[in-house]
Nanobody
Framework: QVQLVESGGGLVQAGGSLRLSCAASGIIFSINAMGWYRQAPGNQRELVAL???????NYADSVKGRFSISRDNAKKTVTLQMNSLKLEDTAVYYC??????????????WGQGTQVTVSS
């Protein structure tokens, strides 16, 4: 199975920046989309940013203009650059990759999550 590992989370002051990275292991035939989601305590998991195999991106309105997603399909990595962080950005961030594995089966893999805490 395809497994994902996130890194880069931590504690940062409001207005600061963090970069989250996600690396996939396992053989992947193709990638349809890579994305970042987040979940704060008591809230539903929400989409933060998504990038398709064609390079199109989608962002949550709350992060638009502050966050930027990028990927390297060959390296099977996806990165979320987070700038101008706000207290409301505090959450566990999860990496997600969808595609086809080595035997051409669809997969939808999630990372274990990385905590981002923004302080005043």
């Amino acid at each position: 199975q395809v497994q994902l590992v996130e890194s880069g989370g931590g504690l940062v002051q409001a207005g600061g920046s963090l970069r989250l990275s996600c690396a996939a292991s396992g053989i992947i035939f193709s990638i349809n989309a890579m994305g970042w989601y987040r979940q704060a305590p008591g809230n539903q998991r929400e989409l933060v940013a998504l990038i398709t195999s064609g390079g199109s991106t989608n962002y949550a309105d709350s992060v638009k203009g502050r966050f930027s997603i990028s990927r390297d399909n060959a390296k099977k990595t996806v990165t979320l650059q987070m700038n101008s962080l706000k207290l409301e950005d505090t959450a566990v961030y999860y990496c997600n990759i969808r595609g086809r594995n080595a035997i051409l089966l669809d997969f939808d893999s999630w990372g274990q999550g990385t905590q981002v805490t923004v302080s005043s």
